[in-house]
């Protein structure tokens, strides 16, 4: 039996790793489970809806705000969690600080790392500093699972192996189409907080929009410009609602809450601001809203598995397929830029259809099963 480490902290991770983390368990393998603490606040939630209960939880102190403390501290937490467990295989996932440092200190102690969605770029310095902590795990990494072509393609050309290279699909798509089937068959009234469902009925006939943004780099002005972009919409379009989660950092809500504060108050009643969903509400957001804008990856990836048109408040993405597939636009942060790509999505049925993706690019539902049985194998015949 091989134990697994499963290096995790942070909302997006906990919901991509739950898929591998339930089919090495079905398998007979041992996985271990580390929190890294760096979501601390809706964690928990996760790890109980999966049934992936930590084994091992580092409680951060953040007694500094910046990068070098937050690394300093993941860094001796994971190194001592590695030198109890003593792994076969790490497993980290994306490009947060936990994954990063995960496999830095993996390779420290010499246990092989695992990288699932591997080999995402975008070739700029942004987003911050998510794009160099997936060049460096790229460079620290024995198995690279990147979810498309594309992925792989990035990863060749920066001189990974060919056979370490695995493409595989993402796992965020496992667990979307997971989460769903469980919707359709026990129902999903719950899934979405008392104020979002009582909005909801409210307007029942109005066409519903999804907004999230939290990229540091979107921080301060261009968040504030997208709020005002959704004021606009809003006046434009009677028929009209959105539901925007707003990011827990109070300096992000307030400059968000700041420019609606100002509109007028037939548009401010289609608007539901609301706390961070937990996943089950956030997917069946998804699988019911017109289309979203969103700074998200994650939610770039879940949109598509449900035909539903993304525009990307961002200048660049890691996750170009999708734009390629003509499922995504770019619009940055610019307030004409979006209130124009997203009125043609409103007042063009035909240009709606056309960014209505049939398959979606990240995967099948299936990608979790594949990177297993790659592990198992390699495993096996060591």
Same mark, same amino acid.
């Given at each position: #039996?091989?134990?697994?480490?499963?290096?995790?902290?942070?909302?997006?991770?906990?919901?991509?790793?739950?898929?591998?983390?339930?089919?090495?368990?079905?398998?007979?393998?041992?996985?271990? /489970?580390?929190?890294?603490?760096?979501?601390?606040?809706? +964690?928990?939630?996760?790890?109980?809806?999966?049934? #992936?209960?930590?084994?091992?939880?580092?409680?951060?102190?953040?007694?500094?705000?910046?990068?070098?403390?937050?690394?300093?501290?993941?860094?001796?937490?994971?190194?001592?969690?590695?030198?109890?467990?003593?792994?076969?295989?790490?497993?980290?996932?994306?490009d947060t600080a936990s994954a990063f440092v995960g496999a830095m200190a993996s390779y420290y102690r010499d246990v092989p790392?695992?990288?699932?969605?591997?080999?995402?770029?975008?070739?700029?310095?942004?987003?911050?500093?998510?794009?160099?902590?997936?060049?460096?795990?790229?460079?620290?990494?024995?198995?690279?699972?990147?979810?498309?072509?594309?992925? +792989?393609?990035?990863?060749?050309?920066?001189?990974?192996?060919?056979?370490?290279?695995?493409? /595989?699909?993402?796992?965020?798509?496992?667990?979307a189409l997971w989460v769903k089937s469980q919707m359709d068959q026990h129902g999903a009234p719950d899934a979405l907080p008392?104020?979002?469902?009582?909005?909801?009925?409210?307007?029942?006939?109005?066409?519903?929009?999804?907004?999230?943004?939290?990229?540091?780099?979107?921080?301060?002005?261009?968040?504030?410009?997208?709020?005002?972009?959704?004021?606009?919409?809003?006046?434009?379009?009677?028929?009209?609602?959105?539901?925007?989660?707003?990011?827990?950092?109070?300096?992000?809500?307030?400059?968000?809450?700041?420019?609606?504060?100002?509109?007028?108050?037939?548009?401010?009643?289609?608007?539901?601001?609301?706390?961070?969903?937990?996943?089950?509400?956030?997917?069946?957001?998804?699988?019911?809203?017109?289309?979203?804008?969103?700074?998200?990856?994650?939610?770039?990836?879940?949109?598509?598995?449900?035909?539903?048109?993304?525009?990307?408040?961002?200048?660049?993405?890691?996750?170009?397929?999708?734009?390629? +597939?003509?499922?995504?636009?770019?619009?940055?942060?610019?307030?004409?830029?979006?209130?124009?790509?997203?009125?043609?999505?409103?007042?063009?049925?035909? +240009?709606?259809?056309?960014?209505?993706?049939?398959?979606?690019?990240?995967?099948?539902?299936?990608?979790?099963?594949?990177?297993?049985?790659?592990?198992?194998?390699?495993?096996?015949?060591?």
């Amino acid at each position: #039996m091989t134990t697994y480490l499963a290096c995790m902290g942070t909302r997006p991770e906990i919901i991509k790793m739950a898929p591998i983390y339930k089919n090495l368990q079905a398998r007979g393998e041992n996985v271990q /489970v580390l929190h890294t603490g760096q979501h601390e606040d809706v +964690a928990q939630a996760l790890y109980t809806f999966f049934d #992936m209960d930590p084994d091992y939880q580092i409680q951060l102190k953040r007694r500094l705000p910046g990068l070098s403390d937050l690394t300093a501290e993941l860094l001796q937490g994971i190194d001592r969690v590695i030198t109890e467990v003593k792994p076969d295989v790490v497993l980290v996932q994306g490009d947060t600080a936990s994954a990063f440092v995960g496999a830095m200190a993996s390779y420290y102690r010499d246990v092989p790392v695992a990288h699932i969605e591997a080999g995402l770029r975008t070739g700029q310095h942004d987003p911050f500093p998510e794009e160099k902590n997936r060049e460096l795990i790229g460079r620290l990494a024995h198995w690279h699972f990147p979810p498309t072509a594309q992925a +792989a393609d990035n990863l060749r050309r920066e001189g990974v192996p060919a056979q370490q290279i695995h493409e /595989v699909g993402n796992t965020v798509i496992d667990a979307a189409l997971w989460v769903k089937s469980q919707m359709d068959q026990h129902g999903a009234p719950d899934a979405l907080p008392p104020e979002v469902q009582s909005f909801l009925r409210s307007h029942g006939a109005s066409r519903l929009v999804l907004v999230t943004a939290h990229r540091r780099e979107n921080w301060g002005r261009p968040i504030q410009l997208i709020a005002s972009a959704v004021g606009i919409l809003l006046k434009l379009h009677p028929d009209l609602t959105v539901v925007w989660p707003l990011h827990p950092n109070p300096s992000v809500r307030a400059d968000i809450q700041s420019v609606f504060s100002t509109l007028d108050a037939a548009s401010q009643q289609r608007l539901c601001l609301t706390d961070p969903l937990e996943y089950p509400a956030l997917i069946s957001l998804l699988a019911r809203c017109h289309f979203c804008l969103t700074d998200s990856g994650g939610i770039q990836e879940e949109a598509s598995a449900f035909h539903c048109p993304v525009l990307i408040t961002r200048d660049s993405t890691e996750r170009q397929e999708l734009v390629d +597939a003509g499922g995504a636009i770019l619009v940055g942060t610019d307030p004409h830029r979006i209130v124009e790509q997203a009125s043609a999505l409103l007042n063009n049925p035909w +240009a709606y259809r056309a960014m209505q993706v049939h398959e979606s690019p990240f995967g099948d539902g299936h990608s979790a099963q594949r990177i297993a049985d790659v592990l198992t194998c390699a495993r096996n015949t060591h």
